[in-house]
């Protein structure tokens, strides 16, 4: 079964950076959009940010200018680079990729900057 899996997560203060990673569980798996979704506290999930395998990247307004979004589809593996961290951006962080019609997800990682 394949699944994918969030790293680099956890605690970090107003004003400062943090880098996301996320590969599957299996590297026999290519997939054709990859991206970051959140759900902030008694929130919704969220698009953060997706990149397909060709490299153009797309984000949400509320985190554009401050996070980047990478992938290595070589290696099946896609990051979310995080600056200016602010304490809305406190979340639950999942990696998602699709295969055709089918999307696949992390377990997710937490998120939490302080003020």
């Known amino acids: 079964q394949v699944y994918l899996v969030e790293s680099g997560g956890g605690l970090v203060q107003a004003g400062g950076s943090m880098r996301l990673s996320c590969i599957a569980s299996?590297?026999?798996?290519?997939?054709?959009?990859m991206g970051w979704y959140r759900q902030p506290p008694g929130k919704q999930r969220e698009l953060v940010a997706t990149?397909?395998?060709?490299?153009?990247?797309n984000y949400a307004d509320s985190v554009k200018g401050r996070f980047t979004i990478s992938r290595d589809t070589a290696k099946n593996t896609v990051f979310l680079q995080m600056n200016s961290l602010e304490p809305e951006d406190t979340a639950v962080y999942y990696c998602?990729?699709?295969?055709?019609?089918?999307?696949?997800w992390g377990q997710g990682t937490q998120v939490t900057v302080s003020s």
């Open positions: 998602n990729g699709n295969i055709g019609f089918a999307h696949y």
């Open positions: 299996r590297s026999s798996f290519s997939f054709n959009d």
């Open positions: 990149v397909t395998s060709a490299g153009r990247p």
